[in-house]
């Protein structure tokens, strides 16, 4: 059996389905055709019956019920095999059981054919019968239509032509156009199914595409009768409201309940108002899963009125836009932060259309180039004139290339110009939209203003020439050493340094351990290797600071220099050095340079320590007399025996004794200041006491003189000074202005802030005043301007010394002076914001002539260690008026030991040059016995240098008297170390 022919128009994928679905319905209809068959078999039985041989219907009935039976048989069959069907066994099948059905009813007019009119009448009406009813059961198939009509109806058609007569004649005619018929209508038919399966095929697979297409959009549909309240949705809306399609019946409920509570008030708004005349239904809103997650849902609608204008229909769909609202917020946080970095980067951005020349410049471009947003002809006319005319071509060129894809990139660096002609540097970065054919259709890219990155670079390149020449000239190499791979890196000044060429070498350690002077190498090498292998402790982004080596060094021609060099290293997670970067410097200029100032040094240390043996010297040499002759004039003075004219002769002598010891102590004292020997005891001084003890030390000068001292002063002012060398030389100031002012004349003292941090003491006389030309000879030591000359006592070196003293303590002495009105001489002091004032007094007050002196009912006895004849006769008749003091002597060193072991003073008055052996070394046996240590050892001697004193004190004198002696303060001091409760006797004024 051939296989049935299908339309061209259908695919070849669908011929299987359909040769499937036609044995279907052929099987669906075989009950009824079974159930019609035997029916009307069972009426043609019971007609012919007595007309006919009852054997043959019985025989014709048992052949047409089993052909029946097969097909029942068949049918159920069919219904057991499981889709797909394999449409060619089975089509093969049902066409021979329909063919055999056809058959069995063919043989009806070959066997039981009447031989009366009327039954041979019923015949045809019976075949027609069963033709047309196969027709409407097999109408799927044309083929089983033709196998099973003709068989059945040609046998028929003989039997009529064979009885001859007109009427049967007739009759086989119309039966054979009956046959012509349906073949004719079972063609169309098939045709028909055909059609109706392509389309109900062609109608599925859009339903399954739409469900498909829907499933991929997320995007549900939905039919409502607001009327019935029907409602249908598609599968996908199931989906979207998070059920499984078609597992509830859908309702405005159910529609409901899934909608956000929070957005179903504005819902329902939106839909009344469709639902009463705008038809348009277009809300937003979320969907609650059943599982709690939170959809976002776009619904759209069109609502469908009668013609009295109410709602009898709504078609719409809804959209699952999650992921696009994500999408979208996603996309503008990511246009947000473009934007953003755009803005950050300060770059311009342009878009040019190569094949219309248009170019969109954006505000910042446009901003970067002087123009307002939007001036910019937006086109090339606008970007090439600024572009720098020696760059212009290059540049082109460059966009050229890139457009010709001869190279992957477009990034160019070249001048423009401001739109006010101010120069600039920009990076042009671009990429190109290129059409299929490989055109470029569009470039966009950026501008950025690269002016400080290029000056940048250029100061780095004239500072990097700068530092290769500041090396070249400081003679300083680089290297650099990596631990880990052992790789040495040199500079080319630090090659030279070793008398090679830069590139004749390659560094290594062993030209460098070569490059060391023998005398130095195991000392520099053991240095590196204890620095290398240590482990250090340094904050994050910091590096370790390695020794510093200095060491002789051998050229390539042996030529020996000194080497300075420096490294900082780069450490690991535990510390150890991995890199090590440093200099090498040439320093043997500087080696020689140290060499010789070391040279220097010492001669000016040889020179200074001569200067200061020379002063020490002078000092004792000028002082040993000088003590004798005021020593013996005060005690001379004291003499009750001595007449007014011989009192008057001594005073003299005191007074030109006082004057010498003064003119020695200002030589000296200059001496000191002009070589730097001069010690100042920096601190915080309060200025009005040190005023009032000077006014007071300087009264009695002033009232010789009738001059008046008017003195203004501000509380608590506070300088940083030496107290003592302040009080000397306001001493000073104050003595000039009372000696050099005229007599009856005033001298003003006024103490004032100038600013916030400097105090001015003024010092203003009434004298004759001084010549603005000599101003600047007033300073000059020894140059007393004239003044020599006249009977006023000076040395001429009281304000040299007073100025250079300011000086060292940070002040200024300033002088102003009008001839025939006075003088003004001011000093200006650093003001001390401490409000610490020592204003501690000394411990001992000393004796003064008029006053008792203490006495003891026992002798205190005194030991004087001195080889000056004179000196001791001085002290002996000095401390020959204590009754209860009893002074022993001795004129040599070893005497004074002896005298001390054995007689145990209870106080020893030493000098310190002494023949054979000093004062110290005699001081240093008496602190090593036992019975000495305790006596106390006060130094009475010429040396009266600062270094003098301090040499003193570190020694361990308990005091240090220098000569030429002050017999007041000598008292003072002997009663200070001695204990004597009761009255001495008075010593004469």
Known sequence: MNKPTLPDSLPATAVSSIESEQVRLLNDAAPVSIAGSLIIAAVTAWVLWSVTPQAIVVAWGSLLATVQFIRLLLFFAIRRTPNPLPTRQLWSAVRISVLLSGLAWGALPIWLYPADFSHQVFLPFVAAGVTGAALAALAADRIAVMLFVIPTLLPLIARLFMTGTEITTAMGGLI??????????????????????????????????????????????????????????????????????????????????????????????????????????????????????????????????????????????????????????????????????????????????????????????????????????????????????????????????????????????????????????????????FAASGKCVRLIGTTADITERKNAEQALRESQSQLQTAQEIARLGYFRSDLRSGALEWSDRLVRMLGYEPGEIIPSMEIFTASIHPDYRDRVLGTLAQAFSATYTVTAGERATLPTLEYRALRRDGTEIWLRSEAQAEVDESGKPILIQGTAQDITELKRTELAMMAARDEAEQASRAKSEFLSSMSHELRTPMNAILGFSQLMRYDATLSSANLENIDEIINAGKHLLQLINEVLDLAKVESGQIALSLEPVEVEPVVEECLALMSTLAEKRAIRIHYTAIAAAVVRADEMRLKQALLNLLSNAVKYNRHGGRVTLDVARTNSDTVRIQVTDTGPGIAAHQLTELFQPFNRLNAERSEIEGTGIGLSITQRIIDLMGGRLGVSSEVGAGSTFWIELPVDNKTEINNSQADAHPVVPGVALPASETQHLVLYIEDNPANLKLVAQILGKRQHIHLITAHTPELGIELARTRLPELILLDINLPGMDGFQVLEIFKREAALQHIPVIAVTANAMPSDLERGKAAGFADYLTKPLNIVQFHAVIDRYLTIPASDALLPE
């Open 176 to 433: 054979t156009l009956y046959l012509a018929f349906l073949g004719i209508a079972a063609g169309r038919n098939e045709r028909d199914f055909h059609a109706s399966y392509a389309l109900r095929e062609e109608i599925d697979r859009q339903n399954s595409a739409l469900n498909l297409a829907q499933k991929i959009a997320w995007l549900g549909s939905f039919d409502w009768n607001p009327v019935s309240g029907e409602l249908r949705w598609s599968a996908e809306h199931f989906r979207l409201w998070g059920l499984t399609p078609n597992s509830v019946t859908p309702d405005y409920a159910l529609f409901r309940q899934g909608v956000h509570p929070d957005d179903i008030t504005r819902l329902e708004a939106i839909l009344q108002q469709a639902m009463q005349g705008s038809r348009v239904y277009d809300c937003v809103h979320r969907v609650i899963w059943p599982d709690g997650s939170e959809h976002q849902m776009h619904g759209r609608g069109e609502v469908i009125f009668d013609d009295s204008g109410k709602p009898v229909q709504m078609i719409g769909t809804v959209q699952d836009i999650t992921a696009q609202l994500r999408t979208e917020t996603a996309l503008q946080n990511s246009e947000k932060r473009y934007e953003i970095a755009l803005a950050a980067s300060r770059d311009g951005l342009w878009d040019w259309d190569v094949a219309t020349g248009k170019v969109y410049y954006s505000p910042r471009w446009e901003e970067m180039f002087g123009y307002q947003t939007g001036e910019a002809v937006q086109s090339l006319d606008a970007f090439a004139p600024l572009v720098h005319p020696d760059d212009v071509a290059g540049m082109f060129a460059e966009v050229q290339r890139y457009l010709q894809r001869e190279i992957p990139h477009y990034a160019r660096e070249f001048r423009m110009n401001h739109r006010d002609g101010t120069p600039m540097w920009t990076l042009h970065k671009a990429v190109g939209i």
